[in-house]
C-alpha cells in the first residue's frame, strides 16, 4: 500500500507540508525574467514553488488581484506538473513525443513565447533571468533567448540522481532528492547557480523541507530522525541543529524574522513551532501546521486525529490564535496575496478568504468537467492551478488562469 501511494503522489503532490502530512498518515500518526518585468505586473512574480526562498507562499508585490470577478483567461493543455511565474511569463515543462521540454507561455493570454531544452525534469525556479530546471539533473538557460546555460549530471554508483522542490537564492541553487526512488544513493544538492557546479551534498532523507533566508539554508527531515538544522548556503557547515518529535518535519517557510515549522509526534498529534534565526523557541501550537506566512500571521490548517478540521491565523510573534474558519469543505493546500487567503477546498474549488478576519469572500470554480489539482499560484494580477478533465487513456492536464 506504501509504494502504491508514493506512486500516485509523485504526480500530484510537490509541497513539503502536504508530504509530512501524507507520511504522518501512513505512520498512524493521522487518521483518516527581469527584462520583461514591465509586463508582470510590477515585478509581481512567483519564481519557485513557494513563492521565494523563505518558501513564505505569499507575494507580497501582488496589489491588483481581487477575488471577486475573476473568471477564467485561459487554459493550457498538456502541463502535467508545476508551474512558477516570473517577468510576464508562466514557465512549465510539456512533453513533445517522448521529450521533454519547458515553454514559456505569456501570462495575459496563454500564448506559447518560447521553448527551453530537451530537459530532463519537471520542477523549476527562476532568477536573476535564469530559468533551472531539476529532475535527473539540472539545466540551465537564459530565460530571454532560450540558450542553454549548463547541465549538471550528478550520479552515485552509476544511477543518476532525481531531485525536486529547487530553490534558488544569494547565487546558489539548491534541490532536494526525491523520497520516491530507491532509498540508497538519494542527495540534496547545493549548486552555483552560475556555472552548475556542485557546492556540497548531504544524503537525502525520507521527508525534507528546506527554505533560505539572508544566507542561511533552514533544512529538516526524516520520520525515523526527526531533525531541523541551518547551514551557511555556501558551505553546506551546519549552523544548529534540533530533534523534535517522531513523525518528520514539513511546513518549513521563513517569514517575519522567524521559522515556522510542524513536526508530528508519537501521541498522534501535530505541533506547530516558531524559532528565532539563531534556533532559539519562540512559541508552540498544537494542531497546526503553518503553509504561509504575511501580515504578521502565520497560516496554515487545523489539525486533528481525525484529518483536517478548518484553516485558522495565528499571530506569528505570539502563536496566539487570530482566527480560525471551519466552514471549508476539504482544505489542503493555503496561499496568501493582496490581502487574501486562497485556499483549495478538495479538488472542485478555491475559497477567498479576508487574512484580517478569516471571513469567505468568495469562492472560485474551475470549469465544469474539469477537477483541481497541483499547487495555486499568484502572479501579475493572476490566480494559477493546475486541472485534469477528462478519464482513462483521455485524461488531459491542464494550467488554468483566472484574472479579471
Request: hydrophobic share 40%; with cysteine; net charge positive.
Amino acid at each position: 500500500m506504501r509504494s502504491r501511494m508514493e506512486q500516485g503522489l509523485r504526480l500530484s503532490v510537490w509541497r513539503p507540508w502536504l508530504r509530512l502530512l501524507v507520511a504522518l498518515i501512513l505512520t498512524g500518526v493521522l487518521l483518516p525574467a527581469t527584462r520583461h518585468a514591465a509586463a508582470s505586473g510590477g515585478g509581481s512574480d512567483w519564481p519557485m514553488l513557494g513563492a521565494n526562498p523563505a518558501q513564505s507562499n505569499f507575494n507580497s508585490r501582488e496589489h491588483t488581484l481581487y477575488p471577486r470577478g475573476l473568471h477564467l483567461r485561459w487554459k493550457v493543455s498538456g502541463i502535467p506538473g508545476p508551474y512558477i511565474v516570473a517577468g510576464g511569463r508562466v514557465f512549465a515543462v510539456t512533453a513533445t513525443g517522448r521529450t521533454l521540454v519547458a515553454i514559456a507561455l505569456d501570462t495575459r493570454t496563454g500564448s506559447r513565447l518560447g521553448t527551453y531544452g530537451p530537459v530532463r525534469g519537471t520542477y523549476l525556479a527562476y532568477a536573476g533571468g535564469h530559468l533551472y530546471v531539476v529532475g535527473a539533473e539540472l539545466s540551465a538557460f537564459d530565460a530571454g533567448t532560450g540558450r542553454r546555460l549548463f547541465q549538471s549530471h550528478v550520479s552515485h554508483s552509476g544511477a543518476l540522481a532525481d531531485m525536486w522542490l529547487p530553490v534558488v537564492s544569494h547565487g546558489v541553487v539548491f534541490a532536494l532528492g526525491t523520497r520516491f526512488g530507491p532509498r540508497t544513493g538519494r542527495n540534496d544538492y547545493a549548486f552555483d547557480a552560475q556555472n552548475g557546479h556542485i557546492l556540497w551534498s548531504k544524503p537525502a532523507n525520507d521527508v525534507s523541507a528546506s527554505c533560505i533566508h539572508d544566507g542561511h539554508l533552514y533544512y529538516g527531515g526524516d520520520p525515523e530522525k526527526p531533525r531541523l538544522g541551518s547551514y551557511d548556503l555556501h558551505t553546506g557547515r551546519r549552523l544548529w541543529m534540533i530533534s523534535e518529535g517522531s513523525g518528520g518535519f514539513g511546513g518549513i517557510l521563513f517569514g517575519d524574522h522567524d521559522l515556522f515549522f510542524a513536526f508530528g509526534t508519537a501521541s498522534h498529534t501535530v505541533i506547530a513551532q516558531a524559532l528565532t534565526s539563531n534556533g532559539r523557541s519562540r512559541w508552540t501550537e498544537s494542531g497546526f501546521m503553518p503553509q504561509a506566512v504575511a501580515y504578521g500571521r502565520a497560516c496554515g490548517l487545523v489539525l486533528g486525529k481525525a484529518g483536517v478540521r478548518g484553516v485558522a491565523a495565528v499571530d506569528a510573534a505570539h502563536g496566539k490564535y487570530v482566527w480560525t474558519n471551519r466552514g471549508l469543505h476539504e482544505p489542503n493546500d493555503t496561499i496568501i496575496a493582496n490581502g487574501v487567503v486562497y485556499v483549495y477546498e478538495g479538488t472542485n474549488s478555491i475559497a477567498a478568504l479576508d487574512a484580517r478576519t478569516g471571513r469567505l469572500l468568495t469562492r472560485l470554480y474551475p470549469p465544469h468537467g474539469y477537477t483541481l489539482k497541483g499547487p495555486l499560484g499568484v502572479a501579475g494580477g493572476m490566480l494559477f492551478m493546475g486541472a485534469i478533465a477528462g478519464g482513462g487513456r483521455n485524461v488531459g492536464q491542464y494550467l488554468l488562469a483566472f484574472g479579471q
